[in-house]
């Protein structure tokens, strides 16, 4: 069953830390990335796609000139995968989409909109172990030649070097998760990753039907919601730890002194 409406706080931690036992090593731990939406019905839809129109084209516009008017000092290096990270990070509409290895944090940004407080919303949880076993040959050696899990940028720039040569690797779509360069404090503290598809039209939740043992979809009910924040405040999992700064203070402030209506 892929799609569960928890009814209760407790049965959400259930839900949420289900599979989350390891054998083999005898301790926990996940291997799901995480991303809270604030509504139900939202997709998992990248920035680039909710530009519209011939979005796919556009792309490879983007980051040329991101880059060209960026400061090279925002890249540790000079490849793809360096600046896609930083382009992302900053707001620029890319193919990447937005996870974290903590399902307490997706649960924040699945309740952080208060506005959205009379519509479902919806924790996503994609097991990446299991979709990088789906993964081209040279990109699952990479993998194993690290003994990783996820990529770094760094093992992805070694092996592919341009969009064309991620699509050339395969002619069915594949998603790769990949860590980050620590940019600021907020990708540390939300213990962020990125999904990539191996094409920019491919979403995400379109090619998950095809695939339905690699996900699960956890309904959190509209009437929930209110519960759900207060504790997520009490545990200190808001905008001002998530988004160090006075932005994020201020919206911590703003949500946590709205009145309920």
């Known amino acids: 069953m892929n799609e569960i409406r928890i009814q209760s706080w407790n049965q959400l931690q259930d839900e949420l830390y289900e599979d989350s036992w390891i054998a083999e090593i005898g301790r926990f731990r996940s291997r799901y990335a995480f991303r809270g939406l604030s509504d139900a019905g939202y997709r998992l839809e990248t920035t680039l796609m909710r530009l519209g129109g011939a979005y796919d084209q556009l792309e490879r516009h983007l980051l040329r000139n991101f880059k060209k008017y960026a400061h090279r000092s925002v890249v540790e290096r000079d490849s793809l995968?360096?600046?896609?990270?930083?382009?992302?990070?900053?707001?620029?509409?890319?193919?990447?989409?937005?996870w974290t290895y903590s399902p307490?944090?997706?649960?924040?940004?699945?309740?952080?909109?208060c506005e959205r407080f009379d519509t479902d919303g919806v924790i996503w949880a994609v097991n990446y172990l299991k979709a990088h076993q789906r993964i081209p040959e040279v990109l699952r050696r990479k993998l194993n030649d690290e003994g990783a899990n996820v990529f770094t940028v760094e093992m992805l720039s070694q092996t592919v070097r341009t969009f064309?040569?991620?699509?050339?690797?395969?002619?069915?779509?594949?998603?790769?998760?990949?860590?980050?360069?620590?940019?600021?404090?907020?990708?540390?503290?939300?213990?962020?990753?990125?999904?990539v598809m191996s094409r920019p039209a491919s979403i995400l939740d379109g090619w998950l039907e095809?695939?339905?043992?690699l996900w699960r979809r956890i309904v959190i009910p509209a009437d929930l919601k209110?519960?759900?924040?207060?504790?997520?405040?009490?545990?200190?999992?808001?905008?001002r730890v998530l988004?160090?700064?006075l932005d994020g203070?201020?919206?911590?402030?703003?949500r946590h002194y709205s009145p309920r209506n």
């Open 164 to 195: 064309e040569e991620l699509a050339e690797l395969s002619h069915r779509d594949f998603v790769v998760f990949f860590e980050p360069p620590s940019i600021d404090d907020r990708i540390v503290n939300q213990f962020a990753f990125f999904s």
């Open 226 to 239: 209110w519960e759900i924040r207060d504790k997520l405040d009490q545990a200190n999992i808001t905008e």
């Open 243 to 245: 988004f160090p700064g």
């Open 81 to 98: 995968w360096h600046w896609l990270s930083v382009a992302q990070h900053y707001g620029l509409p890319t193919r990447l989409l937005d």
């Open 210 to 213: 095809n695939q339905p043992d």
């Open 249 to 254: 203070l201020s919206s911590w402030l703003k």
């Open 104 to 113: 307490l944090i997706a649960l924040h940004f699945a309740t952080a909109n």
